[in-house]
């Protein structure tokens, strides 16, 4: 059985940092490329990044570049996103996914994997 579960979340004042941690089980890690979205109330769920399994090769969105980044350690199974000059746009709940696929993407329903999410609330 595949588990993605979530930590790091929580409330940070602006201008604050995160690491969002997200510990996989029940599956090969290191063949999955992981990635991290988000979904604040009463908007679509994005991408924020993803880290190929490959190449370690990475994207991340316009919101995220220069800010947040993600990383991965296949000994532990877990993927990384260090989320620095945070602002109130980054408050949601924030999801990790795993694809069996070796190319980055975008689309949410291109991974075959999710975790329950973790909350993110940055105080202005």
């Known amino acids: 059985q595949v588990q993605l579960v979530e930590s790091g979340g929580g409330l940070v004042q602006a201008g604050g940092s995160l690491r969002l941690s997200c510990a996989a089980s029940g599956l090969t890690f290191s063949i999955y490329t992981m990635g991290w979205f988000r979904q604040a109330p009463g908007k679509e769920r994005e991408v924020v990044s993803a880290?190929?399994?490959?190449?370690?090769?990475?994207y991340y969105a316009d919101s995220a570049k220069g800010r947040f980044t993600i990383s991965r350690d296949n000994a532990k199974n877990t993927v990384y996103l260090q989320m620095n000059s945070l602002n109130a746009e980054d408050t949601a709940d924030y999801y990790c996914?795993?694809?069996?696929?070796?190319?980055?993407?975008?689309?949410?329903?291109?991974?075959?994997?999710w975790g329950q999410g973790t909350q993110v609330t940055v105080s202005s």
């Open positions: 996914a795993a694809r069996a696929r070796a190319s980055v993407v975008v689309r949410h329903d291109e991974y075959d994997y």
């Open positions: 880290i190929s399994w490959r190449d370690s090769s990475t």
